[in-house]
């Protein structure tokens, strides 16, 4: 059965790049079947989609967050990653990793599989 | 501001049936398929429903999900205590499809399920 764990610093200073990094585990991040995105929550709020990324490097961001981020993919270490630039308090919430099955540009999106979450917190 | 528009709070007794509405516009729920998380306390979402009305083999039929036009509804029939939860929905946006890759999928708020 296919798991993801987050991993990366807790406290990132403001204006400062976020790294973040998604193992993948039970299952190659390489197969062509699935897509892998990234989504953040802040505290007592709702979920905010970050982007998706193929192992190919295709890539879709969220409009809100395209001037600071970049996701990347590594199959040989069954991993991928999301980088934030800039990043101020407003960034700090929990990250969560995600595996999408659905196809690029389909209509029929979703995520089956979520990381644990990890809490990343702005601050100086 | 969400998206999607979903009642922030909802409530049932056990065995009751209970739905949650999700509303949204034509270009996302009106012309893509939609998904629901739930979300306890402290925990990561899990897949309760996709493509609409499509349920994962760990969800129980209790769970059921339906869609018209731009609004999508969750019903949970036979309530349970352990049902308490927050509920999101979420779905494709088309406004935003390009290719200069920019995508989005946008969320409802979130609905919190009491078991009254």
């Known amino acids: 059965q296919v798991q993801l764990q987050e991993s990366g610093p807790g406290l990132v200073e403001p204006s400062q790049t976020l790294s973040l990094t998604c193992t993948v585990s039970?299952?190659?991040?390489?197969?062509?079947?699935?897509?892998w995105n990234w989504f953040r929550q802040p505290a007592g709020r709702g979920l905010e989609w970050i982007g998706r990324?193929?192992?190919?490097?295709?890539?879709r961001y969220s409009p809100s967050l395209k001037s600071r981020v970049t996701l990347s993919a590594d199959t040989s270490s069954n991993q991928f990653s999301l980088t934030l630039r800039s990043v101020t308090a407003a960034d700090t919430a929990v990250y969560y990793c995600?595996?999408?099955?659905?196809?690029?540009?389909?209509?029929?999106?979703?995520?089956?599989?979520w990381g644990r979450g990890t809490l990343v917190s702005v601050s100086s | 501001q969400p998206v999607l528009t979903q009642p922030p709070s909802a409530s049932g007794t056990p065995g009751q049936r209970v739905s949650i509405s999700c509303s949204g516009s034509?270009?996302?729920?009106?012309?893509?398929?939609v998904s629901w998380y739930q979300q306890f306390p402290g925990t990561a979402p899990t897949l309760l429903i996709y493509?609409?009305?499509q349920r994962p083999s760990w969800v129980p039929d209790r769970f059921s999900g339906s869609k018209s036009g731009t609004s999508a509804t969750l019903a949970i029939s036979g309530l349970r205590s352990d049902d308490e939860a927050d509920y999101y929905c979420?779905?494709?946006?088309?406004?935003?499809?390009?290719?200069?890759?920019?995508?989005?999928?946008?969320f409802g708020g979130g609905t919190q399920l009491t078991v009254l």
């Open positions: 039970g299952g190659s991040i390489g197969s062509r079947n699935f897509y």
């Open positions: 990324i193929y192992t190919t490097g295709i890539t």
């Open positions: 493509s609409n009305n």
């Open positions: 995600a595996r999408d099955p659905t196809a690029m540009d389909s209509a029929d999106w979703y995520v089956d599989v």
């Open positions: 979420a779905a494709w946006d088309d406004s935003l499809r390009s290719d200069d890759g920019l995508g989005n999928v946008v």
């Open positions: 034509s270009s996302n729920i009106g012309s893509n398929y």
